[in-house]
Nanobody, 123 residues
């Protein structure tokens, strides 16, 4: 019954923008840290951005200044605004939830995972 459903992925030209959404249900959204991870073919799944229940954020160095994570408590939804996209941003993006009110930066701390949404950035 615990679900995370990503949407908003697609094909975009380098330099463009895309906004990903993750709708959460079946758990108490307000006490979970939410994160976005991504995985490119042949590579490890890596942290992109995380946001605590209180709104504190942390970003991977590779996306700092270009991506913004946010959450809407009323809608139980977390977003990832991606600007100035680069071909190296191409990956499957996953939404995940970790219990606790503080920031969680290790992927093994995340207990719920979405199915992912493909983001492809063309050059």
């Amino acid at each position: 019954q615990e679900q995370l459903v990503e949407s908003g992925g697609g094909l975009v030209q380098a330099g463009g923008s895309l906004r990903l959404s993750c709708a959460a249900s079946g758990f108490i959204f307000s006490i979970y840290c939410m994160g976005w991870f991504r995985q490119a073919p042949g590579k490890q799944r890596e942290l992109v951005a995380v946001i605590s229940s209180g709104g504190s954020t942390n970003y991977a160095d590779s996306v700092q200044g270009r991506f913004t994570i946010s959450r809407d408590s009323a809608k139980n939804t977390v977003y990832l605004q991606m600007n100035s996209l680069k071909p190296e941003d191409t990956a499957v993006y996953y939404c995940a939830a970790a219990p606790g009110i503080w920031l969680r930066i290790k992927k093994d701390e995340y207990t719920y995972w979405g199915q992912g949404t493909q983001v492809t950035v063309s050059s």
